[in-house]
């Protein structure tokens, strides 16, 4: 999303989005990518969101996340929002008029159109980036376990809080079908997940 220039050497991470030093916990975004240069400097960096319906909200929250990453990080920062209903990928593509004579607010959006199905382990260990997304766009309107497989195993390319960011991120992002299959312990090992907040969910459904 961002031309960074990084030389080889970068990493990408993912962090969940907490900006409550700066922005009042109402405020936050769903998660934060950030891309570090060899020697660790953050050299870029992603918000994303994932919004399900038009809210007339975003017009406003949306210009503070972005200001308030790029001040505090003092790099390329870039809002992206998965937007999974066509209907409100196209509202998610509107100018945002900052109130400021001459300055506007567009964030990139990517429809359902524009993000691929993964539906393989092996596709998503490759790209774990790309299945992730494949969550975002598709989990919530998907009865494919073969999507939850694919981003579990997209999961299990990170570790520690990476790991347990992208671990929630997906949970977020199930329809009630791929949850279920989660909770029913379907061909995957609750103890192998070690996000508190995903075991504490299934537990409490069995």
Not at 18 to 45: F, M, Q, T, Y
Not at 147 to 176: I, K, P
Not at 188 to 201: G, N, V
Request: net charge negative; proline share 6%.
């Amino acid at each position: 999303v961002i031309d960074d220039g990084s030389a080889d050497g970068s990493i990408a991470e993912a962090e969940a989005a907490d900006l409550s030093e700066l922005v009042p916990s109402h405020h936050w975004a769903d998660l934060l990518l950030k891309h570090r240069d060899a020697r660790g400097s953050v050299i870029a960096a992603v918000i994303l969101e994932v919004q399900l319906s038009a809210d007339e909200d975003k017009r406003y929250t949306w210009p503070l996340y972005h200001a308030v990453l790029r001040n505090e990080l003092r790099c390329p920062c870039c809002l992206l929002v998965v937007a999974p209903f066509p209907g409100v990928a196209r509202w998610s593509t509107e100018v945002v008029d900052s109130g400021q004579p001459g300055s506007i607010f567009r964030p990139v959006v990517l429809g359902p159109p524009l993000i691929p199905r993964v539906l393989s382990r092996r596709a998503a260990r490759q790209n774990p980036e790309l299945a992730l997304l494949s969550v975002a766009a598709h989990g919530r309107n998907s009865e494919d376990v073969r999507l939850l497989e694919a981003g579990m195993a997209a999961v299990d390319t990170y570790q520690d809080e990476q790991r347990l960011a992208y671990q929630q991120f997906v949970w977020n992002n199930l329809s009630e079908v791929l949850r279920a299959a989660l909770e029913a312990n379907v061909e995957f090992d609750l103890e192998e997940y070690r996000s508190p907040a995903i075991r504490k969910a299934v537990i409490e459904l069995r």
